[in-house]
């Protein structure tokens, strides 16, 4: 009875959550919800998106997108061991902060403390102040006995009533207390060298030392103030904010992951866990469960469009040809542009030689032979700027080529200029001319060639009147 009773809630329940987002469309059988969708819609169309979108132009970009996310599933990209860490690596990066409870800081916060109660331990905390005069190691006797005879006539100084504060403004050789009247902050044993701290924890507050040698110099020290550690309470706010600033919800959220993972006698691992606890924090969660669905898919995206559509076209050379050969007219230009170089050399007869040196060869070789040839020593004998220019891109190139009545700047070091290549009148001679504007170009064929396929490959349906209420309902 009661195992028929938890079900019949758990029916109702699913009932009035589908009620409250219901199946706004359904890709080749799988159901994307109104609230996916509305996340997608509303991130990619949010204040600052220049090419916002209506909704009813958005689904299409939505469908494409759940497509292409299966088409990586049925290639089984997500089995790839690359896929599988970079996914649970940012997956962990959300759940892993939401494991961590208000107890768990405020008992790392008494940890904290405790561990620095006993690394101070029962001589507690001093607040000195100092005089110092530095002394090299390596100094001569004339010039230790030197530094020696000033430091006590300052201790005598002192004795007799000098102030100690203004005393350190004037001659202290620590610039980093010198202006705070010697003030050092409290420290605990281990903080000072040696021969300062156990004088500094000898004395008590209000008395001075004598002079005292240590491996920076001679010091005067004053005790201004000793005391234990503050009550945990007191120091409770800037331990949590250490605790923030230091991110140490990561090492915590780690070790209780661990720890699970140990209590569960073999039947658990950490990559398991983390699966579990992610499913656990997303069921909670709608903004989370989009933010690692929408990651997940991304990736997955990523991986296949690579291979399709960005990588293949770029590397594509024949077909990258043959698409700037049917398409040559989109790429004309409005005026010629000037294919080739300008030069600048040291010696009037490396001209002449820069141009023998690659007249006969592609245009794509020019750099290397130009630097093989000219700078493959120490003596750079050439400067160059290689391209497409076009009027106004380099004041050589219009000078010359363009017959521009413009300034040449000179070269310091580098006294003859010249150009080399020619100009081309009607336009890029082949599709490495254009290449970013080509690539690009036959990228968005091969996407929507691949969309098309898609489309036709897998079913897909719209429910208009959900798609009505998106953003309207709650």
């Not at 199946?23 to 919800?33: D, F």
């Not at 979108?53 to 469908?63: G, N, P, Q, T």
């Not at 605790?243 to 140490?248: G, S």
């Not at 007249?359 to 290397?368: H, I, R, S, V, Y």
Request: net charge negative; charged share 30%; proline share 3%.
């Amino acid at each position: 009875m009661a195992a028929l009773m938890a079900a019949a809630v758990q029916c109702v329940a699913a009932q009035s959550q589908q009620v409250k987002d219901p199946v706004l469309m359904v890709i080749n059988g799988e159901p994307v919800l109104r609230s996916e969708f509305e996340y997608s819609y509303n991130k990619n169309n949010s204040e600052g998106v220049i090419d916002k979108k209506s909704i009813d132009e958005y689904v299409d970009l939505f469908i494409n997108y759940k497509l292409k996310v299966v088409a990586a599933l049925d290639e089984k990209y997500d089995t790839l061991q690359s896929f599988k860490d970079e996914f649970a690596q940012y997956r962990d990066q959300q759940v892993l902060p939401l494991m961590v409870t208000d107890e768990d800081i405020e008992a790392e916060a008494h940890r904290i403390y405790d561990e620095t109660v006993t690394r101070i331990g029962p001589d507690g905390l001093v607040q000195t102040a100092h005089i110092l005069l530095r002394l090299n190691q390596q100094a001569t006797p004339e010039e230790q006995a030197a530094v020696k005879e000033r430091i006590d006539s300052i201790y005598t100084a002192l004795k007799n009533g000098a102030d100690f504060a203004e005393m350190a403004k004037k001659v202290s050789q620590d610039p980093g207390s010198a202006q705070q009247g010697g003030l050092l902050p409290f420290v605990q044993r281990g903080q000072f060298v040696k021969e300062y701290e156990d004088v500094a924890f000898s004395l008590e507050p209000g008395q001075m030392s004598e002079v005292v040698q240590s491996p920076f110099g001679y010091h005067i020290i004053m005790v201004k103030e000793r005391k234990q550690l503050e009550p945990f309470e007191f120091h409770h706010d800037a331990i949590i904010k250490f605790i923030e600033q230091r991110n140490l919800r990561d090492r915590i959220a780690q070790q209780k992951v661990d720890e699970l993972v140990k209590a569960s006698n073999g039947e658990q691992t950490k990559a398991k866990l983390m699966e579990e606890k992610a499913a656990e924090y997303a069921a909670l969660d709608s903004d989370l469960k989009n933010l690692i669905r929408e990651y997940h898919d991304g990736l997955l995206l990523y991986e296949i469009s690579n291979k399709l559509v960005w990588d293949k076209a770029a590397k594509d050379e024949a077909g990258l040809a043959k698409f700037f050969k049917k398409n040559k007219k989109k790429y004309a230009w409005d005026e010629p542009r000037f294919k080739g170089m300008a030069f600048h050399v040291k010696e009037v007869a490396d001209v002449q030689a820069v141009k023998d040196c690659v007249k006969k060869l592609p245009f794509d070789q020019w750099a290397e032979k130009l630097r093989s040839t000219f700078n493959n020593d120490s003596v750079l004998r050439i400067r160059v700027e290689k391209g497409i220019f076009r009027k106004g891109d380099n004041a050589l190139v219009d000078s010359i080529v363009f017959k521009k009545d413009t300034t040449v700047t000179k070269l310091k070091d580098y006294p003859f200029d010249d150009v080399y290549g020619k100009v081309l009148k009607k336009g890029p001679e082949d599709y490495t001319d254009v290449r970013g504007l080509v690539v690009a170009d036959y990228q968005e064929l091969l996407e929507k060639q691949w969309v098309a396929e898609l489309r036709k490959k897998y079913t897909f349906t719209v429910d208009e009147d959900v798609l009505k209420t998106v953003n309207s309902e709650k």
